[in-house]
């Protein structure tokens, strides 16, 4: 089972741009389907983007989509979201999570969260 670290938050200005890194361990990473997830305070954790183990296939949240992409280097064990045009409703921990197949459709291996803070 792969373990997970997510990189790259910050405060940013809306509008501007940050891109978030997930870093994994282990040697079956080009095997797991990746997402992005984000809570912001008081709200449920919810679903931003995810991709499939080639980086083939993506889809979004529709707030987000044509603002974040969702990308991944499998010779990295690494997988992106680029965020761009942030909004102060981004606001909120972004997780990175996974799951392999053969163990189902959920994702059940997350990362510890980091913080995107859009001021207006």
């Known amino acids: 089972q792969v373990q997970l670290v997510e990189s790259g938050g910050g405060l940013v200005q809306a509008g501007g741009s940050l891109r978030l890194s997930c870093a994994a361990n282990?040697?079956?990473?080009?095997?797991?389907?990746m997402g992005w997830f984000r809570q912001a305070p008081g709200q449920e954790r919810k679903f931003v983007a995810r991709?499939?183990?080639?980086?083939?296939?993506?889809y979004y949240e529709l707030s987000v989509k044509g603002r974040f992409t969702i990308s991944r280097d499998n010779a990295k064990n690494t997988v992106y979201l680029q965020m761009n045009s942030l909004k102060p409703e981004d606001t909120a921990v972004y997780y990175c999570?996974?799951?392999?197949?053969?163990?189902?459709?959920?994702?059940?291996?997350w990362g510890p969260g980091t913080q995107v803070t859009v001021s207006s």
């Open positions: 991709i499939s183990p080639s980086g083939g296939s993506t």
């Open positions: 282990g040697r079956t990473f080009s095997s797991y389907h």
């Open positions: 999570a996974a799951f392999h197949p053969t163990t189902g459709s959920a994702y059940d291996v």
